[in-house]
């Protein structure tokens, strides 16, 4: 099948908007946010930084316009987090009807810029989108845009439905690793590492599907965050 495509600065300009100006606005909020204590045991609790990301991307799903359902980004209400990783993943909940192809993007104020075509699965499900290494790392304590752009009937056009989120690196703490356990898990969270933490999360949960303790943090997390909708969405390989 043949695609079309039309040119990726007129479609970026048009469903994201000047970058600039929002980068600016969440920039400043950045600088000026202080992180509440978190409490013991809590799964239900994250920041809630709103002024963090800029308004126009309030929302972490959006409504597709070749399609009856949504497409949900699994972000904190801000839409802002943290990672420490160079190459962080980013999950997004499909659904039945959620188009196929996406374009992939991330971007900075700056110089920095990556895209990639994806091919998403058929089947419904919670999927992670991995920056992979042959891209640009990202650099410590920079601000970045990632967008995930539905291509309907495969084509990109400037009302393609869209989702956003913004992300930012951390230096990575020594203590932590690369297991995969409800301590590592419990680490990000102590952290702030809302990116590494959500991704961790889903991987035991598909790796103990039975574990009441992953359950609950999963389930817990995700309706702190407004995302009850998607909590019992599977997680795909």
Request: with cysteine; charged share 15%; proline share 7%.
């Amino acid at each position: 099948m043949m695609r079309t495509y039309i040119p990726i600065g007129l479609v970026l300009a048009s469903t994201l908007g000047v970058f600039g100006n929002s980068y600016a606005t969440a920039q400043t909020a950045r600088e000026s946010i202080t992180v509440a204590t978190w409490p013991t045991n809590d799964w239900s609790f994250w920041p809630d930084n709103d002024d963090q990301a800029p308004k126009r991307t309030v929302s972490g799903a959006s409504r597709d316009s070749c399609s009856n359902h949504q497409t949900t980004a699994l972000v904190p209400t801000s839409q802002y987090g943290l990672t420490s990783k160079s190459y962080p993943e980013v999950l997004v909940a499909t659904t039945a009807n959620t188009p196929r192809q996406a374009l992939f993007t991330v971007q900075s104020e700056d110089s920095y810029y990556y895209e990639t075509y994806l091919e998403l699965p058929e089947t419904p499900g919670i999927v992670s989108i991995s920056l992979p290494e042959d891209a640009p790392a990202l650099a410590a304590n920079e601000l970045y845009q990632w967008s995930l752009i539905m291509m309907c009937n495969d084509q990109l056009r400037p009302d393609s439905p869209s989702m956003h989120g913004w992300i930012q690196l951390q230096s990575e703490d020594p203590a932590i690793t690369a297991d995969v356990s409800m301590e590592q898990a419990v680490a990000y969270r102590n952290n702030y590492l809302w990116y590494d933490m959500i991704a961790m999360l889903a991987d035991l949960k598909r790796q103990r599907p039975n574990d009441q303790s992953v359950h609950e943090a999963w389930q817990s997390i995700l309706a702190g965050a407004n995302l009850t909708s998607v909590a019992n969405t599977p997680v795909l390989e």
